[in-house]
């Protein structure tokens, strides 16, 4: 019966071993304002050193009658080194156009991207649209992963 103790702690320590894998699970950030939405997403939070990164991004128009947009804007997804906030990567959207309709989206996807050890941040950003007599200048919350060697 003295041992029972040892058995709950030693079980105990098991589960908290096994969750902290799910840390490792797809991270996303999104930002909606009205007609639009705006979607950050990386595959996993971790990454060994000589491992492929993927990081995807889209604005979403969510309204429900066609737009125009003016001027065409620029979409980026930016990638900073955490510590010190310097600018790693941006590359910008491809294949954008003046119109969207309902549910369509601008997307853009980063694959086998290779960084050194450390941490990082990446978001999306718009620049400045004009949809009739609005005006948007968006831009997502930061997702954040790390490089481990």
Not at 18 to 24: D, G, I, R, V
Not at 84 to 90: C, D, P, S
Not at 110 to 119: A, V
């Amino acid at each position: 019966m003295k041992n029972n103790p040892f058995i709950f702690i030693g079980i105990l320590l098991l589960l908290v071993g096994c969750n902290n894998n799910s840390s490792n699970e797809p991270v996303k950030e999104e930002k909606e304002i009205d007609p639009f939405s705006l979607v950050i997403e990386g595959d996993k939070k971790i990454f060994q050193e000589d491992e492929s990164i993927q990081i995807s991004a889209y604005l979403k128009y969510i309204g429900e009658k066609d737009i125009e947009l003016t001027p065409l804007p620029n979409i980026t997804i930016v990638i900073r080194n955490y510590d010190g906030g310097n600018v790693i990567e941006e590359i910008d959207f491809n294949d954008m156009k003046t119109t969207m309709k309902n549910g369509e989206k601008f997307t853009q996807t980063l694959s086998n991207i290779n960084l050194e050890p450390g941490k990082y941040d990446a978001f999306v950003q718009t620049s400045p649209l004009s949809v009739g007599s609005r005006q948007f200048s968006l831009s997502s919350a930061p997702i954040n992963f790390e490089v481990k060697n």
